[in-house]
């Protein structure tokens, strides 16, 4: 399974955006780059995922390097609920057996 | 659609108890796992199946037995708890592309 390293911790003022990366630099062809994130207590949420290209949805966007070596999930307007845990996953599919690593705490600041 | 259910939401457990934690899907979905997760850790996979009738061991399967019976339902039994099986319990449920996450099961075995 590829390996992946996030910042444990993360600030952003509320409004602003946030910028979470995550360096996957042993990704292998067929994995696809997933985002989830788990607020306090709560299971993990799905958020995108994507394989070499952009991603865009309503919740958030997700810039993959040409290499795929790293990604950056944005949430664009941060709020306080978006305050949680977010783990970034390379895995071929939801089938695969990924295991989450200890992600990054993102915390939205008044 | 409910989604993934677990219930119960809480439980408190004596060393040596045994004890079924249960976890239901109505989205359909073949795949489904269970995970577990300490304080300030990730998700670690305990097992999963991939269908009706299979089912296969996670990262940490020891003092935890599975059962796929149904689609729909997929038990997790603590044989003798632990107090080290102390932990917030999460099931999911996939399809092709997404993991949902149902709400825990918090345990505490004294």
């Known amino acids: 399974d590829a390996k992946t390293t996030q910042p444990p911790s993360m600030d952003c003022a509320e409004g602003r955006a946030a910028n979470l990366p995550c360096n996957h630099s042993?990704?292998?062809?067929?994995?696809?780059v997933y985002w989830y994130r788990q607020i306090h207590s709560q299971g993990p949420q799905y958020i995108i995922h994507?394989?070499?290209n952009n991603e865009t949805n309503e919740m958030a966007s997700l810039i993959i390097t040409e290499d795929r070596k790293s990604s950056t999930l944005i949430l664009p307007h941060a709020t306080l609920r978006d305050t949680a845990v977010y783990y970034c996953?390379?895995?071929?599919?939801?089938?695969?057996?990924?295991?989450f690593g200890p992600g990054t705490s993102l915390s939205v600041i008044p | 659609n409910a989604g993934v259910t677990q219930t119960p939401k809480f439980q408190v457990l004596k060393t040596g108890q045994s004890m079924t934690l249960q976890c239901a899907q109505d989205?359909?979905?073949?795949?489904m796992s269970w995970y577990r997760q300490d304080p300030g850790m990730g998700l670690r996979l305990i097992h999963y199946?991939?269908?009706?009738?299979?089912?296969d061991q996670g990262e940490v399967p020891n003092g935890y037995n599975v059962s796929r019976s149904t689609t729909e339902d997929f038990p997790l039994r603590l044989l003798s708890a632990a107090p080290s099986q102390t932990s917030v319990y999460f099931c999911?449920?996939?399809?092709?592309?997404?993991?949902?996450f149902g709400p825990g099961t918090r345990l505490t075995v004294l």
């Open positions: 994507g394989l070499k």
């Open positions: 989205m359909n979905h073949e795949y």
């Open positions: 996953l390379p895995r071929e599919t939801s089938y695969d057996k990924v295991i």
């Open positions: 042993t990704i292998s062809g067929n994995e696809y």
């Open positions: 999911a449920s996939s399809s092709l592309n997404e993991q949902f």
């Open positions: 199946s991939v269908g009706a009738g299979i089912t």
